[in-house]
């Protein structure tokens, strides 16, 4: 079992930034990878951004490209998102994902199925 505990959200106006943290416990020496998504009101949930936990590969989506960045504390267990330049288009709720087994297809880290363990989410809300 995997636990993820996400902090670091709030109200930030327009332009401004904002830093996620994604804090994983249990069984995190079989990490495979970790990713965040968000979900806002009346939409599908996302997929945002991920990294491989070996090789410190990254993932963006397009509509985060050059604004959000992320990176990993193998020691601590955690994974960071950095947001930059935010937008009304940003505000959702923002889930920490983790994948424990290895993944033979180079997809996996968009595909929410693909993921084994979930965070509660934390409200990211920008304000125009």
């Known amino acids: 079992q995997v636990q993820l505990v996400e902090s670091g959200g709030g109200l930030v106006q327009a332009g401004g930034s904002l830093r996620l943290s994604c804090a994983a416990s249990?069984?995190?020496?079989?990490?495979?990878?970790m990713g965040w998504f968000r979900q806002a009101p009346g939409k599908e949930r996302e997929f945002v951004s991920a990294?491989?936990?070996?090789?410190?590969?990254?993932y963006y989506a397009d509509s985060v490209k050059g604004r959000f960045y992320i990176s990993r504390d193998n020691a601590k267990n955690t994974v960071l998102l950095q947001m930059n330049s935010l937008t009304s288009e940003d505000t959702a709720v923002y889930y920490c994902a983790a994948r424990i087994t290895p993944a033979r297809d180079s997809s996996w880290y968009w595909r929410l199925s693909m993921y084994d363990y979930w965070g509660q989410g934390t409200q990211v809300t920008v304000s125009s």
């Open positions: 249990g069984r995190t020496f079989s990490m495979y990878g």
């Open positions: 990294i491989s936990w070996n090789y410190g590969s990254k």
